[in-house]
Protein backbone atom coordinates (compact mmCIF):
# COMPACT_ATOMS: atom_id res chain seq x y z
CA UNK A 1 0.00 0.00 0.00
CA UNK A 2 1.34 3.42 -0.57
CA UNK A 3 1.83 5.61 2.00
CA UNK A 4 0.11 8.96 2.36
CA UNK A 5 2.69 12.02 2.81
CA UNK A 6 3.75 12.84 6.41
CA UNK A 7 1.92 16.54 5.93
CA UNK A 8 -1.34 14.45 5.04
CA UNK A 9 -0.69 12.45 8.31
CA UNK A 10 0.02 15.02 10.64
CA UNK A 11 -2.67 17.16 9.10
CA UNK A 12 -5.62 14.51 9.43
CA UNK A 13 -3.75 14.30 13.23
CA UNK A 14 -3.79 17.57 14.24
CA UNK A 15 -7.39 17.73 15.06
CA UNK A 16 -8.00 16.52 18.86
CA UNK A 17 -11.57 14.55 17.42
CA UNK A 18 -9.67 13.01 15.02
CA UNK A 19 -6.67 11.65 16.75
CA UNK A 20 -9.30 10.66 19.31
CA UNK A 21 -10.91 8.64 16.83
CA UNK A 22 -7.57 7.36 15.75
CA UNK A 23 -6.00 6.37 18.97
CA UNK A 24 -9.43 4.59 19.84
CA UNK A 25 -9.27 2.57 16.87
CA UNK A 26 -5.51 1.65 17.48
CA UNK A 27 -6.32 0.61 21.20
CA UNK A 28 -10.45 -1.27 20.67
CA UNK A 29 -9.43 -2.85 17.25
CA UNK A 30 -12.65 -2.10 14.60
CA UNK A 31 -15.27 -0.20 15.64
CA UNK A 32 -18.58 0.70 13.39
CA UNK A 33 -19.32 4.49 12.38
CA UNK A 34 -22.17 4.31 15.19
CA UNK A 35 -19.43 2.55 18.26
CA UNK A 36 -17.33 5.73 17.38
CA UNK A 37 -19.90 8.32 17.31
CA UNK A 38 -21.05 7.53 21.08
CA UNK A 39 -17.28 7.44 21.80
CA UNK A 40 -16.38 10.81 20.14
CA UNK A 41 -19.64 12.81 21.59
CA UNK A 42 -20.00 14.35 18.39
CA UNK A 43 -22.81 14.01 15.69
CA UNK A 44 -22.67 11.12 13.29
CA UNK A 45 -22.07 13.49 10.34
CA UNK A 46 -19.36 14.79 12.04
CA UNK A 47 -17.25 11.33 13.15
CA UNK A 48 -18.19 10.33 8.82
CA UNK A 49 -16.34 13.57 7.95
CA UNK A 50 -13.05 13.05 9.77
CA UNK A 51 -12.78 9.45 9.28
CA UNK A 52 -13.35 10.46 5.49
CA UNK A 53 -9.89 12.72 6.50
CA UNK A 54 -8.42 9.67 8.19
CA UNK A 55 -9.30 7.47 5.18
CA UNK A 56 -7.23 9.82 2.90
CA UNK A 57 -4.52 9.83 5.16
CA UNK A 58 -4.45 6.12 5.04
CA UNK A 59 -4.66 5.80 8.54
CA UNK A 60 -7.68 3.59 8.64
CA UNK A 61 -9.68 1.82 6.33
CA UNK A 62 -13.04 0.60 6.30
CA UNK A 63 -15.65 -2.49 5.40
CA UNK A 64 -19.02 -2.55 4.87
CA UNK A 65 -21.22 -5.18 6.52
CA UNK A 66 -25.19 -4.75 6.30
CA UNK A 67 -25.57 -1.41 7.36
CA UNK A 68 -22.86 -0.60 8.72
CA UNK A 69 -19.68 0.57 8.09
CA UNK A 70 -16.36 -0.62 9.98
CA UNK A 71 -13.52 1.43 10.23
CA UNK A 72 -9.75 -0.22 11.66
CA UNK A 73 -6.32 1.43 12.09
CA UNK A 74 -3.73 1.26 9.64
CA UNK A 75 -0.97 1.30 12.04
CA UNK A 76 1.75 1.24 8.92
CA UNK A 77 0.36 4.44 7.58
CA UNK A 78 2.11 6.28 10.91
CA UNK A 79 5.46 4.92 8.53
CA UNK A 80 5.67 8.28 7.00
CA UNK A 81 6.90 9.45 10.07
CA UNK A 82 9.98 7.30 10.19
CA UNK A 83 11.07 8.61 6.94
CA UNK A 84 12.43 11.66 8.81
CA UNK A 85 14.81 9.83 10.02
CA UNK A 86 15.73 9.08 7.02
CA UNK A 87 15.14 12.10 5.70
CA UNK A 88 17.06 13.47 8.35
CA UNK A 89 20.29 11.45 8.17
CA UNK A 90 20.61 12.57 5.05
CA UNK A 91 20.31 15.96 6.00
CA UNK A 92 22.89 16.32 8.65
CA UNK A 93 25.70 14.15 6.37
CA UNK A 94 25.75 16.62 3.97
CA UNK A 95 25.78 19.69 6.80
CA UNK A 96 28.59 18.00 7.89
CA UNK A 97 30.49 17.87 4.85
CA UNK A 98 28.98 21.70 4.26
CA UNK A 99 30.74 22.55 7.67
CA UNK A 100 34.06 20.59 6.93
CA UNK A 101 34.27 23.00 3.91
CA UNK A 102 33.58 26.06 6.19
CA UNK A 103 36.36 25.03 8.96
CA UNK A 104 38.88 24.34 5.66
CA UNK A 105 38.24 28.06 3.74
CA UNK A 106 38.15 29.72 7.05
CA UNK A 107 41.02 31.44 9.22
CA UNK A 108 42.74 29.95 11.86
CA UNK B 1 8.51 -9.35 19.14
CA UNK B 2 10.54 -7.66 21.33
CA UNK B 3 8.74 -6.42 24.48
CA UNK B 4 11.38 -2.90 24.63
CA UNK B 5 8.90 0.40 24.36
CA UNK B 6 11.12 2.27 21.83
CA UNK B 7 9.56 5.58 21.83
CA UNK B 8 11.80 7.71 19.87
CA UNK B 9 14.80 7.58 17.82
CA UNK B 10 18.04 9.94 17.17
CA UNK B 11 19.97 10.21 13.96
CA UNK B 12 23.38 10.53 15.31
CA UNK B 13 26.57 11.80 13.39
CA UNK B 14 29.89 11.62 14.47
CA UNK B 15 32.68 13.52 12.17
CA UNK B 16 36.72 14.09 12.82
CA UNK B 17 37.53 17.34 12.04
CA UNK B 18 41.12 18.64 11.18
CA UNK B 19 40.53 21.79 13.16
CA UNK B 20 40.73 23.14 16.52
CA UNK B 21 38.42 22.87 19.02
CA UNK B 22 37.92 26.71 19.28
CA UNK B 23 37.50 27.24 15.30
CA UNK B 24 35.11 24.27 15.39
CA UNK B 25 33.16 26.09 18.23
CA UNK B 26 32.42 29.46 16.44
CA UNK B 27 31.41 27.81 13.58
CA UNK B 28 28.87 26.26 15.59
CA UNK B 29 27.72 28.90 17.11
CA UNK B 30 28.51 32.61 15.08
CA UNK B 31 25.45 33.03 13.16
CA UNK B 32 26.99 34.49 9.96
CA UNK B 33 29.07 31.51 10.09
CA UNK B 34 26.08 28.80 10.87
CA UNK B 35 24.68 30.41 7.82
CA UNK B 36 27.28 29.29 5.70
CA UNK B 37 26.91 25.34 6.99
CA UNK B 38 23.65 24.77 8.36
CA UNK B 39 20.72 27.64 7.63
CA UNK B 40 19.95 31.21 7.82
CA UNK B 41 19.42 31.82 11.78
CA UNK B 42 18.90 34.89 14.38
CA UNK B 43 20.82 32.48 16.86
CA UNK B 44 22.62 33.82 20.07
CA UNK B 45 24.88 31.12 22.48
CA UNK B 46 22.59 31.92 25.41
CA UNK B 47 20.50 29.28 27.16
CA UNK B 48 16.76 29.88 26.74
CA UNK B 49 17.16 32.16 23.18
CA UNK B 50 14.97 31.10 21.04
CA UNK B 51 15.45 31.32 16.69
CA UNK B 52 14.60 30.62 13.45
CA UNK B 53 16.59 28.64 10.99
CA UNK B 54 15.21 29.77 7.72
CA UNK B 55 15.27 27.51 4.35
CA UNK B 56 13.42 27.77 1.44
CA UNK B 57 9.94 27.27 1.57
CA UNK B 58 8.53 24.44 -0.24
CA UNK B 59 4.91 23.18 -1.08
CA UNK B 60 3.34 22.66 2.32
CA UNK B 61 5.89 23.76 4.67
CA UNK B 62 7.43 27.56 4.96
CA UNK B 63 10.69 26.22 5.72
CA UNK B 64 11.11 27.40 9.16
CA UNK B 65 12.37 25.45 11.92
CA UNK B 66 12.11 26.90 15.54
CA UNK B 67 14.87 26.47 17.95
CA UNK B 68 15.21 27.17 21.55
CA UNK B 69 18.70 27.45 23.24
CA UNK B 70 18.88 24.49 26.00
CA UNK B 71 22.91 23.79 26.69
CA UNK B 72 25.88 26.24 26.02
CA UNK B 73 28.91 25.23 27.40
CA UNK B 74 31.07 26.76 25.65
CA UNK B 75 34.05 24.70 23.43
CA UNK B 76 32.27 21.73 24.73
CA UNK B 77 28.72 21.41 24.27
CA UNK B 78 25.68 22.93 22.29
CA UNK B 79 21.95 22.03 22.52
CA UNK B 80 18.72 23.29 20.79
CA UNK B 81 15.31 22.31 20.93
CA UNK B 82 14.35 22.31 17.17
CA UNK B 83 10.51 22.12 16.13
CA UNK B 84 9.05 21.79 12.20
CA UNK B 85 6.00 20.35 11.38
CA UNK B 86 4.82 19.97 15.08
CA UNK B 87 7.25 17.70 15.38
CA UNK B 88 9.48 18.38 18.62
CA UNK B 89 12.91 17.33 18.24
CA UNK B 90 16.47 17.88 20.31
CA UNK B 91 20.00 18.36 18.50
CA UNK B 92 22.82 18.37 20.64
CA UNK B 93 26.48 18.88 19.67
CA UNK B 94 29.66 17.38 21.61
CA UNK B 95 33.12 18.92 20.63
CA UNK B 96 36.27 16.53 22.44
CA UNK B 97 39.51 17.65 21.86
CA UNK B 98 41.39 15.01 19.86
CA UNK B 99 45.16 14.59 18.52
CA UNK B 100 45.30 16.61 15.43
CA UNK B 101 41.27 17.90 15.75
CA UNK B 102 38.12 17.84 16.71
CA UNK B 103 35.75 14.87 16.96
CA UNK B 104 31.78 16.60 16.58
CA UNK B 105 29.52 14.39 17.91
CA UNK B 106 25.97 15.20 16.87
CA UNK B 107 22.62 13.52 18.01
CA UNK B 108 19.41 14.41 16.46
CA UNK B 109 16.94 12.70 18.97
CA UNK B 110 13.23 12.98 19.75
CA UNK B 111 11.70 11.26 16.71
CA UNK B 112 8.43 10.06 17.54
CA UNK B 113 8.08 6.55 15.44
CA UNK B 114 10.38 3.51 14.36
CA UNK B 115 8.78 1.32 12.03
CA UNK B 116 10.89 -1.45 13.61
CA UNK B 117 8.90 -1.08 17.33
CA UNK B 118 6.64 -3.29 18.38
CA UNK B 119 3.48 -0.85 17.78
CA UNK B 120 2.69 -0.29 21.48
CA UNK B 121 5.90 0.84 21.92
CA UNK B 122 4.96 3.07 18.64
CA UNK B 123 1.69 4.94 20.24
CA UNK B 124 3.81 5.91 23.42
CA UNK B 125 5.87 7.84 21.53
CA UNK B 126 3.26 9.02 18.90
CA UNK B 127 0.88 10.13 21.94
CA UNK B 128 3.58 11.94 23.36
CA UNK B 129 4.27 13.85 19.78
CA UNK B 130 0.48 14.39 19.30
CA UNK B 131 0.55 15.72 22.32
CA UNK B 132 3.25 18.45 20.95
CA UNK B 133 0.89 18.95 18.18
CA UNK B 134 -2.08 21.09 19.57
CA UNK B 135 0.31 24.17 19.06
CA UNK B 136 1.11 23.69 15.23
CA UNK B 137 -2.72 23.01 14.75
CA UNK B 138 -3.40 26.63 13.69
CA UNK B 139 -0.63 27.27 11.44
CA UNK B 140 -0.98 23.79 9.44
CA UNK B 141 -4.84 24.69 8.93
CA UNK B 142 -6.14 21.73 9.88
CA UNK B 143 -8.71 20.09 7.33
Known sequence: MKSASPQHVFRALADPT?????EELTRQGEQTVHALTSFAGVSQPAVSKHLTVLKKARLVRHRRAGRETHYRAQPEALAPM?????????????????????????EP | MSSEIQSSRSVVMEKMFAHPQQKVWRALTEKALVAQWLMKNDFEPEVGRRFQLRSEPMPNWDGIIDCEVLVVEPLKELSYRWSTFGLDTVVNFTLTPTEGGTLVHMEHSGFPMDRDANYKGAMYGWQKFLGAMDKVVGELGAE
Open chain 1, 82 to 106: ADWLRAYSTFWRERFDRLEALLDGM
Open chain 1, 18 to 22: RRAIF
